[in-house]
């Protein structure tokens, strides 16, 4: 069982940075996959960036590849998102997820989700 709570999110201007934090409670961090996912009002929840239980392998959505960094301390059980270069159309909640499985997937595949976190890039 994980339960994750976020937290970094808030407005920006184009340009800027944030760094979105994800934490997750129990002592089994390491044994699942994270990702970050986001969802913009009237739109789909989208994949954003994935890193596995190690850390040692990352995937990214091409339109934040370059700017985006997923990371995570194992040791603090948190994950984190760098946002940089954002831009207006990058205005969404996002939400951090868990999994078990090896690869990224798709949302559905997630077992464990965070509340969200709101994100505003001004222009």
């Not at 078990?100 to 222009?123: F, K, M």
């Amino acid at each position: 069982q994980v339960q994750l709570v976020e937290s970094g999110g808030g407005l920006v201007q184009a340009g800027g940075s944030l760094r979105l934090s994800c934490a997750a409670s129990g002592r089994t961090f390491n044994n699942y996959a994270m990702a970050w996912f986001r969802q913009a009002p009237g739109k789909e929840r989208e994949f954003v960036a994935f890193i596995t239980r190690s850390g040692s392998s990352t995937n990214y959505a091409d339109s934040v590849k370059g700017r985006f960094t997923i990371s995570r301390d194992n040791a603090k059980n948190t994950v984190y998102l760098q946002m940089n270069s954002l831009k207006p159309e990058d205005t969404a909640v996002y939400y951090c997820a868990a999994r078990s499985g090896t690869y990224w997937g798709t949302q559905y595949d997630y077992d464990y989700w965070g509340q969200g976190t709101q994100v505003t890039v001004s222009s």
